[in-house]
C-alpha cells in the first residue's frame, strides 16, 4: 500500500515564525503536491513537483515556498505565517505525471497560526 | 485559479436512502475524479471518468461525466452510516505533465443518521 505520512496531525505557531511542513512518500513517485484545504472552498494546489530539486507554482503558491532535495520527501515552508494561513494543509503524491496515475493524499496537518 | 462548484453543499439523509450530488465547472475537463475524505484523513479516490458520457460504477457508488464535459455526477445508493465524509469531484484539463493537476470542487458533507 502507499503510503504518505505527513509530520505533524496539528501544529500551532505564532504570526511571523517560519514554518516547515514535511511530507514523505514510501513508494518511489515521481511526483508530489501540496494542497490547502479550506471550508467551501474544497482544496487548492500550492505546490507541486514532478522531479528532486523540480518544483512549479499551482494556483495559490503566494506565502509559501517548497524544497524537494530527495525524492521521497516534500517540504512546504511559510516563509512568514500569517493568520489567512491557518488551514489544513494536505500532501499528496503519484506515481508519474500522466492523468492515468492516481494521486494519494496523507492524512493532513492543521495548521493555526494566532 | 478555477474552482468547481458542487452541490448541494451538504446533506443529511438516512440510512437507506439514495444521494445525488453534482459538480459543475464554466470550462471543459478531459478528465472527471470523485474523491471521498472521511474525519481526519486524506481524500481517497473513489471513481475515475475519462470519456465524455461515461457511467462507471464502484460497489454502490455510480457516477457519469457529463456529455457537454463541464459537469459530472455522482449517485451513491443504499446509504450506510460508513458513506459519512465529504465528497470531492476533481476535473483535470490534460492527460500528462503539468496539465495533469487536478482542480477540486467545493465539497459535499455527506451525514447519514440511523
Known amino acids: 500500500d502507499v503510503k504518505v505520512t505527513q509530520s505533524s496531525r496539528y501544529l500551532v505557531k505564532r504570526t511571523g515564525e517560519k514554518v516547515f511542513l514535511e511530507c514523505v512518500q514510501d513508494?518511489?513517485?515521481?511526483?508530489m503536491f501540496w494542497y490547502r484545504q479550506d471550508p467551501g472552498l474544497g482544496l487548492r494546489l500550492i505546490y507541486f513537483s514532478y522531479d528532486v530539486k523540480m518544483k512549479e507554482k499551482g494556483d495559490i503558491p503566494e506565502g509559501y515556498s517548497v524544497s524537494r532535495e530527495k525524492k521521497e520527501r516534500f517540504s512546504l515552508i511559510l516563509e512568514s505565517a500569517s493568520t489567512n494561513q491557518t488551514s489544513m494543509y494536505l500532501c499528496a503524491s503519484s506515481l508519474g505525471a500522466s492523468v492515468y496515475n492516481e494521486q494519494f493524499f496523507g492524512p493532513g496537518t492543521r495548521l493555526t497560526v494566532l | 485559479g478555477q474552482q468547481l462548484n458542487q452541490s448541494p453543499q451538504s446533506m443529511f439523509i438516512q440510512e437507506g436512502e439514495d444521494v445525488s450530488m453534482n459538480c459543475t465547472s464554466s470550462?471543459?475537463?478531459?478528465?472527471w475524479l470523485w474523491y471521498k475524505q472521511e474525519p481526519g484523513e486524506g481524500p481517497v479516490l473513489l471513481i475515475a471518468?475519462?470519456?465524455?458520457?461515461e457511467l462507471t460504477s464502484n460497489g454502490r457508488l455510480t457516477a457519469q461525466f457529463g456529455i457537454t464535459r463541464k459537469d459530472s455526477f455522482l449517485n451513491i445508493s443504499a446509504s450506510i452510516p460508513s458513506d459519512v465524509g465529504i465528497y470531492f469531484c476533481?476535473?483535470?484539463?490534460?492527460?500528462?505533465?503539468?496539465?495533469?493537476?487536478?482542480?477540486f470542487g467545493t465539497g459535499t458533507r455527506l451525514q447519514v443518521t440511523l
Open positions: 476533481a476535473g483535470q484539463v490534460g492527460r500528462a505533465g503539468t496539465a495533469s493537476k487536478l482542480t
Open positions: 470550462s471543459i475537463f478531459n478528465t
Open positions: 513508494m518511489d513517485h515521481e511526483n
Open positions: 471518468l475519462y470519456k465524455a458520457g
